[in-house]
């Protein structure tokens, strides 16, 4: 007799990114903290959301804004203390919710004690833990590696006569995970948070985590032309997603599951084919959801995003759980990039789409475009490639909370500028208006954890034309079809053979759908049933 399969929380459940520098400030520093991301845990709630995933709160020189850790067991100053981290987590679990922290395993910062170890000379017992490389044999750097900020990946230290590798920014050196230690070390990192009851890890540019042993160069990339970012020169085919890294993620795995129901996110940008072999085999399993950032980089079409669904679905093992996001603290906001109005039809999109949504910090706000002064742009990408307006600081402004002074996040001076429009689009204004985004948001999310057919059931894509993207979702004695209009005009559908409409369960817009056609902009859930 086949036992029935347990369903995972995460596989129904939604995720919810914070970026604890703007969520909520409690002391007037101007940033945002623990204190202030338990006083909101009242929003989180009231969105109807299943877990918090936080960007790192660990102490940091800040040079990457806390994706330069110092110390991977403890929390910096700016953000509280532990007694505050413990507060949070006891309250999240109090209200329901889980609580996934930022792990950042490919690299330190350069002020992390083990660094300083290892810099401290070549004979130090530390100094395998990072990467050092004496310089090429006709001098200068090691190879022909390009940091993903812009210039070589490798830094000279005069003390010790050697390079360093960074990825990132030379303040980010990285571990070499080829070493036993620098393992059995970051395990422990991992155990001390699971110890005090975090629900899993977002895991920080996985595919990173080890390099191809001999450091040949990388080729060159033949479509590469000056408008795109440096690192892309090159196809970074030796120093990143090699082989051996998957070893150690399905290690990390094996640790996530000696804690029960935890989950693994992993943060990887590869094609289809490398992505989905993060999620390990059935035997040897690997991270849960390797993250799929294809929503947040395709071109915004049907005909597009059509392709990229059926390629993506295509392409998981029978046994992975497809995932989807399309905004988060790196990339542009979804209403900067589509607009307000298809920014309804994306969420439409992403909380309809198998798989676990994750969403971002202001998204349901509808937040676009948010000018920056040049005097108070932060981020190290744009300082390092300023031509190529690639700055992160847009999607990472003050979560806007009402009309008050500062939109409520702080007393002092937000450590960036907030939207231009916080004063009518914050979280109070919205509360109130029924067809607001916000409250559009809490009904979609109310509708998929009310759905089988939309948490957890099947998916189908149908054909669609003429701007429209439809597919089917089934489950639990549902039969739904979601109609997406990505355009501005007025489009026709048409429902598979012998359906007819049972009821709109839901609608982008506030009019009433007129039958067999889309208004521009519009999105609809719609109930079907056989005709006849």
């Known amino acids: 007799m086949n036992e029935t399969r347990r369903q995972p929380w995460w596989e129904s459940g939604v995720i919810y990114q914070v970026y604890p520098r703007s969520y909520q400030d409690t002391n007037g520093d101007g940033v945002g903290d623990l204190a202030g991301i338990e006083a909101r845990l009242g929003h989180i709630v009231s969105l109807g959301v299943d877990a918090i995933w936080l ?108 390079y360093y590798l960074h990825a990132f920014l030379k303040e980010q050196p990285d571990l070499n995970w080829r070493n036993p230690d620098v393992q059995r070390a970051m395990m422990d990192v991992m155990r001390f948070w699971l110890d005090r009851g975090v629900d899993g890890f977002r895991i920080d540019v996985l595919w990173h985590i080890v390099k191809h042993e001999a450091f040949p160069d990388n080729p060159l990339n033949p479509e590469w032309t000056p408008d795109i970012t440096e690192r892309d020169r090159l196809l970074q085919v030796h ?31 590869l094609p289809n084919e490398r992505h989905a072999r993060w999620y390990g085999s059935p035997t040897q399993p690997q991270v849960h959801l390797p993250f799929n950032f294809q929503l947040i980089e395709s071109p915004w079409d049907a005909e597009h995003l059509r392709g ?152 189908s894509l149908l054909g669609g034309s003429n701007d429209v993207l439809i597919y089917l979702r089934e489950g639990g004695g549902q039969r739904l079809a979601v109609v997406l209009n990505l355009s501005s005009h007025i489009r026709r559908f048409e429902l598979p053979a012998n359906n007819q409409i049972k009821a709109v369960l839901a609608s982008t817009l506030q009019t009433e759908p007129a039958h067999g056609s889309l208004s521009p902009n519009e999105g609809l859930v719609l109930e079907i049933q056989k005709s006849g």
Request: with cysteine; aromatic share 10%.
């Open 55 to 162: 960007s790192p709160v660990y102490p940091s020189p800040m040079a990457d804004f806390g994706y330069d850790v110092a110390d991977y067991c403890n929390i910096d100053p700016i953000f509280g203390d532990m007694a505050a981290f413990d507060s949070l987590i006891s309250a999240v679990h109090a209200m329901g919710l889980k609580l996934l922290l930022d792990f950042v395993p490919n690299h330190t910062s350069d002020q992390h004690l083990w660094f300083q170890e290892s810099r401290s000379s070549r004979g130090n017992p530390k100094r395998d833990w990072y990467i050092w490389r004496d310089p090429a044999p006709e001098g200068g750097v090691p190879n022909n590696w390009i940091s993903d900020f812009g210039g070589s990946s490798w830094e000279w230290d005069e003390g010790t006569g050697q």
């Open 239 to 269: 120093s990143t997603d090699q082989p051996e890294a998957h070893a150690i993620s399905a290690k990390l795995r094996e640790l996530a599951d000696t804690y029960g129901d935890r989950v693994l996110v992993g943060e990887i940008f």
């Open 308 to 459: 990229v669904i059926e390629g993506y679905e295509a392409s998981l093992p029978s046994f992975g759980w497809p995932n989807w996001v399309i905004g988060s603290h790196d990339a542009p906001r979804i209403a900067a990039r589509v607009g307000e109005p298809q920014a309804r039809v994306a969420a439409m999109l992403l909380l309809t789409l198998r798989g676990t949504p994750t969403l971002y910090q202001g998204d349901e706000l509808g937040i676009g475009e948010v000018f920056i002064p040049m005097e108070e742009i932060r981020d190290p990408q744009h300082f390092r490639q300023p031509t190529l307006d690639i700055g992160r600081d847009r999607s990472r402004t003050p979560m806007p909370w009402d009309h008050t002074t500062n939109a409520g996040f702080t007393t002092g001076k937000p450590w960036l500028p907030l939207n231009a429009d916080w004063s009518s689009r914050n979280v109070a204004a919205q509360n109130n208006d029924p067809a607001s985004m916000l409250n559009f948001y809490r009904r979609m999310l109310a509708l998929r954890r009310a759905s089988p057919a939309l948490s957890t059931g099947s998916f």
